[in-house]
């Protein structure tokens, strides 16, 4: 999560490197409200560029970029993370990209095998479009629907007392198993 100007292509000759060897690169558009064309989201045809999604769902988040490379949004605004000092929450598209990076690791780590391009087209086909497609690409990954391609999950509703107030809490409880899709 970083521009640079790339006078001297270094970073567009290691992202091509990279792009060369297999590797799906994922990186954020950034936090100016507008099209952003420094490096390595200007790299469209090495990076994935990942913008903010308005909390509402709806469209792209006013204080985040886009770019020629984007091809989804994701949550921006106050995400719980690690900071400095800790956890907290923060707002940019340096924590939208991370759930974009952490879903394409589940799901090459559950099949191996894919390309990246795979990788990349159960992202489109699990997407939702959202607003214009220049600034949100092919919008937001239904991340449980990807999911539940990959495991079977079975929910149960559990009622007890848990805090012992004479009063009957629920808890929801949800099991994942490994679909064998194969």
Known sequence: SFGLSDRGSLIREALMYSYEKGCLIIASTGNTGR???????????????????????????????????????????????????????????????????????????????????QVIQKFIDKASPIGDFVETGHGEIDVRSLVESYVDIHEKIIQSDIDSDGEMEQLKVEISTYKDTG
Do not use: C, H
């Open 35 to 117: 099209k952003n064309s420094s490096a390595p989201i200007r790299y469209k045809d090495y990076v994935i560029g990942i913008t903010g999604l308005d909390p509402d769902g709806l469209k792209r988040y006013d204080g985040s970029s886009w770019s020629d490379s984007v091809m989804f949004a994701a949550p921006v605004r106050q995400v719980y993370s690690s900071t400095r000092v800790g956890f907290g929450s923060d707002t940019g598209t340096s924590f939208s990209s991370p759930i974009v990076a952490g879903l394409a690791s589940l799901v090459w780590g559950n099949d191996p095998s894919l390309t990246r391009e």
